[in-house]
């Protein structure tokens, strides 16, 4: 029973974490978590890397331009 407890949380925070990279899902952390303050820099590491799904947008319209660009060169 604990196995499957475990790989379920496991699973889910993967989950959470696949659906933060491919869509536009914010992801923040509360001010204290079970009583304990966040620290810092915890909190600039995700809202750093809730910025992946932008980059990662701008990279594939840059992709798409150079691709289509290269269309009117060689059409094929």
Do not use: C
Request: net charge positive; no cysteine.
């Amino acid at each position: 029973m604990r196995f499957l407890v475990v790989w379920t949380v496991k699973l889910g925070f993967l989950a959470i974490l696949f659906l933060a990279l491919t869509t536009d899902l914010r992801l923040r952390l509360p001010p204290t978590v079970l009583g304990m303050k966040v620290p810092d820099q915890a909190r600039q590491w995700v809202d750093r890397n809730g910025d992946i799904g932008n980059v990662a947008a701008r990279a594939h319209a840059g992709l798409r331009q150079i691709s289509d660009s290269l269309r009117v060169f060689a059409p094929f």
